[in-house]
């Protein structure tokens, strides 16, 4: 059980700006949150996850909320090679799995 | 950069034949998981394996599957006696730490159960 949720679809334009939504309400205080996207016709690929604060590498940033019950993953400029499925898993502390949901696939317009 | 590698990328086997999946991991990873997803549907979880042996499994991961870490590089995955239902996308990942930190997804072997 993936215990989150996420828009099953969203759309952006070549080099804007996209925010990815999650919610996780009932996270507790130690679940991380990860974000993974899967290209088509291939394997997951890790993005970011964070704890508590925010977080950036050079794919990606990482808006977790006060409440941490929700996140926003940026990708701060889109490209047709970001068009994905993009994935929002918690995990608790010590897990070792990743339950994946059906996550947003996100189309980049040219 | 290092990744992990599975062979073969295609496997087609018969209802109720063994088959093997490998994999690569890489090098200096401890932990290794197996996943699967059915065309169309999601990913799903297998099965986690560390210090030689499986930390966390499945529902789906029952007596008919496997793993084995034969040699200090490959990792395994064997299905018993295939049946349709079997028929999937199987990728292989592994990390340096548990699944708190992130994972590294090979290419996938997909199997076709015919």
């Known amino acids: 059980d993936a215990k989150t949720t996420q828009p099953n679809s969203m759309e952006s334009n070549e080099e804007e700006p996209v925010h990815l939504p999650c919610n996780h309400s009932?996270?507790?205080?130690?679940?991380?949150i990860h974000w993974y996207r899967q290209l088509p016709s291939q394997g997951p690929e890790y993005v970011i996850h964070?704890?508590?604060s925010n977080v950036n590498n050079r794919m990606a940033s990482l808006a977790i909320a006060e409440d941490r019950k929700s996140s926003t993953l940026i990708l701060h400029r889109a490209t047709l090679r970001d068009a994905a499925v993009y994935y929002c898993?918690?995990?608790?502390?010590?897990?070792?799995?990743?339950?994946f949901g059906t996550g947003t696939r996100l189309t980049v317009i040219p | 950069e290092p990744e992990v590698t599975q062979t073969p990328s295609h496997q087609v086997t018969q209802m109720g034949q063994e088959v093997i999946l490998r994999c690569v991991p890489i090098?200096?990873?401890?932990?290794f998981y197996w996943y699967r997803q059915i065309l169309g549907q999601k990913v799903e979880f297998l099965v986690s394996?560390?210090?030689?042996?499986?930390?966390?499994k499945s529902e789906i991961f029952d007596d008919q599957f496997s793993v084995e870490r034969p040699d200090g590089s490959n990792f395994t995955l064997k299905i018993r006696s295939t049946k349709l239902e079997d028929s999937a996308m199987y990728f292989c990942?592994?990390?340096?730490?548990?699944?708190?930190?992130?994972?590294?997804f090979g290419p996938g072997t997909r199997l076709t159960v015919t």
């Open positions: 394996f560390y210090n030689n042996e499986i930390s966390e």
């Open positions: 090098s200096n990873h401890l932990y």
């Open positions: 898993i918690r995990t608790q502390t010590g897990a070792n799995n990743l339950f």
């Open positions: 990942a592994s990390s340096g730490q548990p699944a708190n930190y992130e994972q590294y």
């Open positions: 009932t996270i507790s205080g130690t679940d991380y």
């Open positions: 964070g704890l508590t």
